[in-house]
């Protein structure tokens, strides 16, 4: 058995370089589309301005794609040095969406960077801005395909076990594409990141405005950024439902710990909007309810009875004394293939697989047949995530979400209404609001990944199965070494992004000779001079 600290220091360092890396994404998603947005007025307007724009907020984009990309491409390694056996047991199916989004995805967003920012002299208007808009969804189609990995992950479609291989095959690329998991989740994390470009926007113009630098751009950004994020708001929260709803059916485990609901309540059942859930006492030490709301936010009927941790426990554990017998038939395949009875033994007991694994740790010596029935209740114990973690990570998610939506109302009146800058207070409290949608991002990862425990992929395969046989030294080692380095990669960025905000649009915007200025490559330059200067 794999040493249950080194699973942990596993966990905690994917964990880590995941956080790390998920606050370079979503402004990366949101900003593309952004610019594509300005870009696109510029084209059609002819109005050098939005041009001026599109320089600006792209210098800023370019930052956080590059050390985005830094940070990302350790994850992958990851599973093969970290997660040894879980890239074994599901490699046939996760690598493909990951190979298709380094092969199709990346590389096409990677290559139009380059021309979008090498490329406006060299090509038509409309040409840029096709690459503009390329980029675009190049960044998007790489979160398609990861977020096609990850869904197989929350919810299991397209493949089986082979129990001649030992491993899961492919057996529908189009399922595994169009999991509704994988879907709604791409949706949902895709207009996350048009929420979080569209606050940073507003919060960069905003701190413009109030000190009366490049008012006629800030005044502009801000106003497309703020009807961006309004519409973005609305349907994150929207598609946040839909998906919430797919998860219901899922992973009612999740839905579950995420409502802190213990006991199966009647129809309509009650909605704790603040509780404190206490996992050993199996309750909540308090909650504050409104009555007769988490049945139809849940299942979109005012009848249907959303199970409770209780009855999940009790339906788990019958699935795990099945799935007991699909392992015993496992072991016995894997000494003699050929075995029939053993064969029609495990297919009998085949889809409760994964949960005779969940309780494959407390079998004594490795024997599943001295199992007694308190192992069993610990191994269905085991099956619901920490419900305090889940429970709390989901409403700041939804709390915050709230916030930037009244914020955006605000911003889309005050900015429609042409008297933006009269309201100085908002203006000063509008920079603030640029770390809430990171935030939420980051607390909408957790609830997606705590929500899944204790399994790496839901039903099929324990966490604490996945891990590598590594040293808890190396493990020590390496944790702090991803910690310190992504430290020093988020540090750059904050010095780079406020060195070029600081600096604001190049001083010469109003100049007649702009147009033949060199673009983003000519502000780079002068920024990198500024630097080695020390100004």
Request: proline share 5%.
């Amino acid at each position: 058995m794999i040493n249950p600290t080194v699973v942990e220091l596993s966990r905690w360092q994917f964990a880590a370089t995941a956080l790390y890396h998920f606050l370079f994404v979503p402004l990366t998603l949101g900003m593309t589309f952004m610019l594509a947005a300005m870009e696109t007025v510029y084209v059609t307007t002819g109005r050098e301005i939005y041009r001026r724009m599109v320089e600006f907020w792209g210098k800023l984009f370019l930052i956080n794609f590059a050390l985005g990309v830094a940070t990302g491409l350790t994850m992958e390694f990851e599973f093969g040095t970290n997660w040894s056996f879980y890239s074994g047991f599901v490699g046939d199916i996760f690598g493909a969406p990951l190979a298709i989004e380094g092969l199709m995805a990346f590389f096409m967003e990677s290559t139009f960077i380059g021309l979008m920012v090498f490329g406006w002299k060299r090509l038509s208007k409309m040409q840029h801005l096709l690459v503009t808009y390329l980029v675009a969804l190049g960044s998007n189609l790489s979160a398609l395909w990861i977020l096609v990995a990850n869904g197989f992950m929350q919810d299991p479609q397209g493949a089986h076990f082979n129990p001649v291989t030992m491993r899961m095959e492919l057996t529908s690329l189009p399922a595994l594409i169009f999991s509704p998991d994988a879907q709604a989740k791409f949706v949902h994390t895709s207009i996350a990141g048009y929420v979080t470009a569209s606050i940073f926007v507003c919060g960069i113009s905003a701190w413009y405005l109030y000190r009366g630098r490049h008012v006629e751009l800030a005044r502009r950004s801000f106003r497309m950024a703020a009807l961006f994020g309004v519409l973005a708001t609305a349907g994150v929260i929207t598609l946040g439902d839909a998906l919430g709803f797919v998860g219901a059916h899922a992973q009612p485990s999740k839905l579950a710990a995420m409502e802190a609901m213990w006991k199966t309540e009647p129809a309509p059942a009650p909605f704790n909007v603040v509780a404190w859930p206490d996992q050993k006492r199996r309750d909540n030490d308090f909650a504050l309810q409104v009555p007769y709301v988490l049945t139809p936010l849940l299942t979109h009927t005012l009848n249907q009875t959303v199970p409770g941790i209780d009855d999940i426990v009790r339906d788990n554990r019958e699935r795990i004394v099945s799935g007991v017998q699909a392992v015993q038939a496992l072991k016995q395949l894997s000494a003699k293939p050929d075995d029939a009875p053993a064969m029609a033994q495990f297919k009998a007991h085949e889809s409760d697989l994964g949960y005779g694994f969940l309780a494959e740790r407390y079998a004594p010596d490795d024997d599943l047949a001295r199992l007694s029935p308190s192992d069993l209740d610990k191994a269905a114990w085991d099956s619901i995530p920490n419900v305090f973690a889940e429970f709390w990570s989901f409403r700041l998610m939804v709390g915050m979400g709230l916030l930037m939506l009244a914020f955006f109302v605000l911003s889309t009146l005050f900015t429609l209404r042409r008297d933006l800058q009269r309201h100085r207070w908002f203006l000063r409290l509008a920079p603030w609001m640029i770390p809430v949608p990171f935030l939420a991002c980051e607390f909408g990862w957790l609830t997606a990944e705590l929500g899944r425990q204790p399994w790496t992929v839901y039903g099929l395969l324990p966490t604490w199965m996945s891990a590598s046989t590594h040293s808890v030294g190396y493990m020590v080692f390496s944790l702090i070494g991803f910690v310190t380095l992504y430290s020093v990669f988020i540090a750059i960025e904050m010095y780079l992004m406020v060195r070029f905000i600081r600096q604001g649009p190049h001083e010469h915007d109003a100049g007649p000779a702009d147009s033949q200025r060199p673009a983003w490559g000519g502000g780079y330059a002068t920024a990198g001079a500024m630097m080695r200067k020390g100004d």
